[in-house]
């Protein structure tokens, strides 16, 4: 599906992530030294961060700049408050940078032994709307909702990190990340890309639902 090419159906939330599940036995070694390896991968994306702050949710930590790199939350606000404008290679600039997080945050939590790409989509599917900043979005509501998302930031996190450390033992053990633990991982990524979308992205005013499931 190309950028912005999603439409909302149904109760479904504009924000939509997804990660195939490995159906197969995962890379033991790797996984044995995952955070080791995954260092390269690690230094590349705070390289492209570069923010000022951040933000974790599930294992997805999520940087906000307010401006250069990282994520463009100060800049949009500004634009879609003053001007109801969301430049569109802004919102390009912000999808594909999530993206990458997201692939980076799968295999640093052992959902896919692939090493992280930094332009294939490989395992992660994420999409949301290209937003109509004057008909779709209120040019107020942007001040606002870093706050109205404190709710979610207490609920998310914790009970992915202790999924992660059990899968962890999993994989050794039977080269497998066990199918419940997947999708209950899976769920708090989705959960925490949605409250990104609509607290930092900015691309929906719609508030985010209080669940795992897409």
Known sequence: MESGAYTQSGDQYPVQFSVEYPDRDLDRLTTAFRIIVAIPILIVLGAIDGGWGSWGGGGNGEWVAA????????????MIVFRQKYPRWWYDWNLELLRFENRVAVYVGLLDDRYPSTDERQSVSLEFPYPDAKQGLNRWLPLVKWFLAIPHYIVLGLAAIVCVIIAWFAILFT???????????VGVMRWGNRVVGYAFILVTDQYPPFRLNP
């Open 67 to 78: 401006g250069g790199g990282g994520i463009l939350f100060f800049p949009t606000l500004l």
């Open 175 to 185: 080269g497998r990340y066990p199918r419940g633990l997947f999708d209950f991982v």
